[in-house]
């Protein structure tokens, strides 16, 4: 092993010697090598260019350069941005209704009777309850409340991102992401969050400034992720939408969609310009934004792989770690500490914190329960609002809770277990502002490589979200 | 199509297999790099069967992916790099790519481009040529040029970069065929690269490069990118100072001299 140690010293000796050469030199050429040299690539790259690129001068009819005066207008812009994005959540709040409500009936109301029934034939009571009450109804519940709104938001999504409308969205917020002092590429990790923040997170590469892109990652997960994009349609649609006249109903629960993401990129906002105020003090960067060319996206293609590979992905995801979860909720639903089931001193523990911000202990406990997905909040809910209710017979004949109308069951549901438009309210707000799921976490702990700004980014979030629905239940307390 | 063009050399597209993910052992290492929103992914896709989604907007890939075909007899892996502007500042996606092309060592880097604009991609194109010297040119969006009115003349593009220029609409899947051709050209060395280099119009620069390069050969005197690394020194590049003392520099040398014996020549 020595044996080579002569010559390697030699040649560290070597090395350190041609690096001290380097730092001498360096005085000598000055301090605009970086300029020089991209000057030179620059004069180099036009030489060529003009050598070589015919333009046959004919002046074209040129509708990319008018659609964008349009769609990045400076009165056109946002607006135009409101109403594209308004129509797809109304697309998808009409759209997923009906497949919701079959799928609903097929799995939970047809399917989980038969399968409990003979599965009880040869399994023990603790087998069957597990899996079947636990591990499939969670995991149909995910898919009958997910899957209809993602096959229909995710292609609609898309289309619209490979016609080239996403850096669009960037050119329009840019300026408002500067006046928070955050990176203008900041608008396009906040929309991939739109999908994933675990990919937002990991988009936040193409910010150079690590300050800027610590405030990219932080703020992260004001945008909402595919895993809770469904909760908002759904409870939207049931509370919200049904406020209003029938045949307002699915516009007003995409407004109150819009606006919840409206909410989100509002605390993007705000939450950028504390941080580059106080922790993460510091000026914007400039940089420049190319706007792709309008490509007609090739629609059957888009709508495979958005279906294929989106659709069916997150879907997945949501499916297995719904299993688990669900066998978590129903052993604590079935585990009896003292004459209570570990559900229920959970959910008494966390009620009075539930009721002191306008939701429950059920949503706070499925919420924990949900940290590695998001996805399974809902069923979680109403897994976990069965179960405290004591409606142990549901679906199996004895007192048959769900009808065939998936929607009007859920709210039967809701209704039972108390909730009000206030709690739906604020489960809204609180699905937009609590701690990103665990994939994020750990995301955001692998492109920091900082325990700190994980933390940061964890809590920061909750606390908010908190302290938004505290004060939005205090005031309706007192308003209504 | 017309029928001659199957049994035509350039038809090459029957003698491709496309690997999926399968790369378990491969002959040769392809990189993909290129300005963002240039069609990488879309010929990363073409080529390996792969569906990796492909978005109209810069910044999309900022990993990695991989994925391999087969050509000929021999076997590809395929590494899609994320897209960037330049390689010259440090920011992560950029320096992903720069790391991946220096010290990863592809035996081929396909560089694509954007016919309708070509200038601002050559600024690429040429920083990457300083790197490495085996290349090929994919010049994309061909036909999106063509209804701007806008013409290439590949070969002498060819010609003034020194290395193979295939025009390309790879949404279409044309040009896939001769991409492949020259990809396996250049990868057996039946196809040697001349690379243009850029050359500093600064004295003082010049010949500080030219010192270090010096100093540089007698440590490595196979290694195939003296006069950047040399740059990147002067520039204080603390990723490639840190390469040169803890050995991955001198990894850089290792079979060089077998595939590149004219190597002293370049530097003369």
């Given at each position: 092993m020595n044996k080579s140690s002569g010559p390697h010293e030699e040649n560290n000796r070597a090395i350190e010697e041609l690096l001290s050469n380097a730092r001498d030199l360096r005085w000598t050429v000055g301090d605009d090598i970086h300029d020089q040299l991209l000057k030179n690539i620059y004069e180099q790259a036009a030489d060529i260019s003009d050598k070589v690129v015919r333009h046959d001068g004919k002046k074209r009819y040129d509708w990319d350069q008018k659609l964008d005066r349009f769609l990045t207008g400076r009165w056109t812009g946002l607006p135009m941005m409101l109403i594209l994005l308004s129509l797809v959540f109304w697309i998808t709040i009409v759209g997923s209704n009906y497949p919701s409500a079959m799928l609903s009936g097929l799995l939970i109301d047809s399917l989980h009777p038969l399968l409990k029934n003979f599965f009880s034939g040869f399994l023990p009571a603790w087998m069957s309850g597990l899996l079947i009450d636990g591990m499939y109804l969670t995991s149909a519940w995910v898919v009958a409340v997910m899957l209809p709104p993602m096959a229909i938001f995710f292609p609609l999504f898309t289309l619209l991102e490979d016609f080239g409308y996403l850096p669009r969205i960037a050119f329009n917020l840019d300026g408002l992401f500067r006046k928070a002092g955050a990176h203008g590429k900041q608008a396009l990790t906040m929309t991939m969050g739109y999908g994933c923040n675990a990919a937002g997170v990991v988009a936040t590469r193409i910010i150079d400034s690590p300050r800027e892109r610590l405030i990219a990652i932080i703020t992260n997960n004001f945008s909402l992720c595919n895993g809770r994009w469904p909760t908002q349609i759904l409870i939207a649609s049931l509370f919200i939408g049904a406020v209003a006249p029938p045949a307002l109903s699915g516009i007003v629960a995409a407004g109150a969609v819009i606006a919840v993401a409206l909410l989100g990129i509002f605390f993007t906002f705000i939450t950028s310009w504390g941080l580059s105020k106080t922790i993460l003090r510091g000026e914007a960067s400039a940089f420049s934004l190319e706007l792709p060319p309008y490509r007609p996206p090739r629609f059957w293609q888009t709508l495979y792989t958005s279906l294929i590979d989106r659709t069916a992905i997150v879907l997945w995801r949501a499916v297995i770690f719904a299993m688990p979860a669900g066998a978590v909720i129903w052993l604590i639903s079935n585990i009896t500490v003292g004459d209570l089931s570990l559900a229920e001193w959970f959910i008494r523990a966390l009620d009075p914190l539930g009721g002191l911000v306008g939701l429950n202990g059920v949503i706070l406990l499925a919420f924990i329960v949900a940290i590695p997905a998001n996805e399974i909040v809902i069923p979680s809910i109403l897994m976990l609002t069965v179960l405290s209710l004591n409606l142990h017979g549901m679906g199996t004949?004895?007192?048959?809770?769900?009808?065939?109308?998936?929607?009007?069951?859920?709210?039967?549901?809701?209704?039972?277990?108390?909730?009000?438009?206030?709690?739906?309210?604020?489960?809204?707000?609180?699905?937009?502002?609590?701690?990103?799921?665990?994939?994020?976490?750990?995301?955001?702990?692998?492109?920091?490589?900082?325990w700190k700004w994980t933390m940061v980014s964890t809590f920061l979030p909750l606390a908010l979200g908190f302290i938004v629905i505290f004060f939005v239940t205090q005031w309706a307390r007192i308003a209504f | 199509m017309n029928?001659?063009?199957?049994?035509?050399?350039?038809?090459?597209?029957?003698?491709?297999?496309?690997?999926?993910?399968?790369?378990?052992?491969?002959?040769?290492?392809?990189?993909?790099?290129?300005?963002?929103?240039?069609g990488k992914s879309t010929v990363f896709n073409a080529l390996t069967g792969l569906k990796q989604h492909t978005g109209n907007w810069p910044g999309k890939t900022v990993t990695r992916a991989e994925g391999g075909f087969a050509y000929g007899d021999k076997r590809f892996k395929l590494v899609d790099l994320p897209g960037t502007y330049s390689l010259l500042s440090t920011s992560v996606d950029e320096e992903v790519a720069r790391d991946f092309i220096l010290f990863g060592r592809p035996d081929v880097t396909v560089i694509v481009a954007d016919a309708t604009r070509l200038e601002r991609n050559l600024n690429l194109t040429l920083q990457i040529l300083k790197i490495t010297r085996r290349a090929v040119l994919a010049l994309n969006l061909i036909d999106e040029a063509r209804r701007h009115g806008v013409s290439i003349d590949d070969r002498a593009l060819s010609r003034e970069l020194g290395i193979p220029v295939v025009p390309m609409a790879a949404r279409q899947?044309?040009?896939?065929?001769?991409?492949?051709?020259?990809?396996?050209?250049?990868?057996?060395?039946?196809?040697?690269?001349?690379?243009?280099?850029?050359?500093?119009?600064?004295?003082?620069?010049?010949?500080?490069?030219?010192?270090?390069?010096?100093?540089?050969?007698?440590?490595?005197?196979?290694?195939?990118?003296?006069?950047?690394?040399?740059?990147?020194?002067?520039?204080?590049?603390e990723r490639i100072i840190g390469a040169f003392r803890n050995g991955t520099i001198s990894e850089l040398t290792r079979g060089e001299a077998l595939q590149t014996p004219a190597v002293e020549k370049v530097y003369e």
């Open positions: 004949g004895a007192g048959v809770l769900f009808e065939p109308d998936s929607l009007n069951s859920y709210m039967q549901l809701f209704h039972q277990a108390n909730w009000t438009l206030l709690t739906a309210v604020n489960l809204m707000l609180f699905s937009l502002l609590h701690n990103p799921c665990s994939t994020t976490i750990y995301t955001i702990y692998k492109e920091t490589g900082s | 029928p001659n063009c199957e049994s035509c050399a350039v038809h090459n597209s029957n003698h491709l297999r496309r690997l999926g993910l399968d790369m378990g052992s491969f002959d040769y290492m392809v990189a993909l790099a290129g300005n963002p929103n240039t899947g044309d040009g896939v065929d001769a991409l492949l051709k020259m990809i396996h050209e250049v990868a057996t060395g039946s196809y040697v690269c001349r690379p243009r280099q850029v050359k500093n119009k600064n004295r003082k620069l010049e010949r500080a490069v030219q010192k270090l390069v010096e100093q540089i050969h007698a440590l490595y005197p196979v290694l195939p990118n003296a006069d950047w690394l040399a740059l990147r020194l002067l520039e204080g590049d």
